[in-house]
């Protein structure tokens, strides 16, 4: 069983529309996050949520909106998606005891 | 300038050579991580330390918490090595701040 699981993997998308990515852990964790990997590589932590609750809100523009229905997930929605957006957003887990992080495989974001 | 600086950029070595990659930090940390990157894209956390060294299989981390600096090592390294290595620091919330990768090539 996968531990962090991201939907979906690919999504190739117009400018302007509003699409969603789903991450789901079955780890019991209390953590979960949102982190966006630019063309660079470079990892970026977008926004952190502890038991639903967002806890970090890096400077992200609005149209990011994450939503965490309960403490095993955590979704991020996109409205009026810019090409800037095209990137691989990572969700990742940790346990609040240990810290140790748990990553989704990734989902690549398109945006044409 | 980054907060994280990592080096080399790129790294590029012989099978069965022993790896260093560094990592150099300017802010206080709680805990500092090491992540291993495959080319397929998929994220996996090797390492979490706050002091001393750890040590799992061929890979070893240290971290030096007064000189603000960690070191990877890989011994005996094995083209399967071939990955992005990328340092993470987590400060007192949960905020990480990523360095910008090392880029292993290990050759057969």
């Known amino acids: 069983d996968t531990a962090v699981s991201q939907t979906p993997k690919y999504l190739v998308t117009q400018m302007g529309n509003d699409k969603s990515i789903k991450c789901e852990q079955n780890?019991?964790?209390?953590?979960m996050y949102w982190y966006k990997q630019d063309s660079k590589k470079f990892l970026k932590i977008m926004f952190s949520?502890?038991?639903?609750?967002?806890?970090i809100n890096e400077t992200v523009p609005n149209r990011f909106s994450p939503k965490s229905p309960d403490k095993a997930h955590l979704n991020l929605h996109i409205n009026s998606l810019e090409l800037g957006d095209s990137a691989v957003y990572f969700c990742?887990?940790?346990?609040?005891?240990?810290?140790?992080?748990?990553f989704g495989e990734g989902s690549r974001l398109t945006v044409l | 300038k980054n907060e994280v600086e990592q080096s080399p950029q790129n790294l590029t070595a012989q099978e069965g050579e022993f790896i260093t990659i560094n990592c150099s930090y300017s802010?206080?940390?709680?805990?500092l991580h090491w992540l291993q990157q495959h080319p397929g894209g998929g994220i996996v956390s090797l390492f979490m330390?706050?002091?001393g060294k750890k040590k799992h299989g061929r890979l070893i981390a240290t971290i030096n918490i007064q000189e603000k600096h960690s070191s990877l090592h890989i011994t005996a390294s094995h083209p399967r090595d071939s990955a992005v290595y990328i340092c993470?620091?987590?400060?007192?919330?949960?905020?990480?701040?990523f360095g910008t990768g090392t880029r292993l090539t290990i050759i057969p």
């Open positions: 990742a887990s940790s346990p609040q005891r240990t810290g140790e992080l748990f």
């Open positions: 780890l019991g964790h209390d953590t």
């Open positions: 949520y502890n038991n639903k609750e967002l806890i």
């Open positions: 802010v206080g940390i709680s805990a």
């Open positions: 330390l706050s002091s």
């Open positions: 993470a620091v987590r400060r007192g919330n949960e905020k990480l701040t």
